[in-house]
């Protein structure tokens, strides 16, 4: 048997009709829950933002949104490993990478000063369309992974996305604002009262989507909202 057990040789054809690689670079050295491996999630470059007020993401809301706490995990740009990493979770049925990223951001949240603050986490909603196609929701996916490290509860399927919007990636901010009117609305709101929450999304560029949802959440009794996403996109 050439010095193999059988479980090892059972392993390697298992992976070789099942290959699991990094959604990256493509190594196989990696752990089955995990999506990309270690060196490529060394290499996400972290922005530091959430010991920092008055950081990049926190301006994007100043006099938008009566927010405690904005930050971002990583930096966005195109051609980089953050858009791998993202695109392979939103289209290429990567759960686990999501899971792993929502750990990654996770252990950053819980280096931070207002860590103690929150009291639940809420992923930021995909329309039911949407969710039929992908298979889920990728805020799923990082609030449970962030729930997983830092034991703060999720509440999912409180915040729902009545409107399926157009991509946005092209449009403006004014475009983008006007375009996420009277989309969401929060369903049992009463669990809500009086708590710090957490949003929790994939993106922020203009934070369009994130104000409007942050509107509706600011309308209950004595809400807190903080705001928490994987990657912050640098302006051109």
Known sequence: ???????????????????????????????????????????????????????AVEKIFWGRLDINHAAAAAYFTKQSVVQQVLHHVKYKAG???????????????????????????????????????????????????????????????????????????????????MNMQGVFEVDSRNLLQNRHVLLVDDVVTTGATLEAMGRELLAIQGLKLSIYCFAYTLPL
């Open 1 to 55: 048997m050439s010095g193999y057990s059988f479980s090892e040789i059972i392993r390697g054809f298992i992976h070789l009709v099942f290959p699991h690689n990094c959604a990256c670079c493509g190594s196989d050295i990696l752990a089955p829950a995990n999506g990309i491996c270690a060196n490529c999630l060394h290499e996400l470059p972290e922005t530091g933002f959430l010991n920092y007020p008055g950081n």
């Open 95 to 177: 759960k686990e990478t999501g899971s792993q990223l929502g750990r990654w951001m996770g252990y950053r949240l819980k280096e931070c000063n207002w860590f103690n603050e929150i009291d639940c986490l809420l992923p930021m909603p995909l329309h039911k369309k949407r969710i039929q196609e992908r298979g889920y929701n990728q805020c799923d996916l990082l609030c449970e992974g962030i729930s997983s490290v830092t034991g703060i509860r999720q509440i999912p399927g409180l915040l729902i996305r009545r409107e399926a919007t157009n991509s946005q990636t092209k449009q403006h901010r004014t475009e983008r604002w």
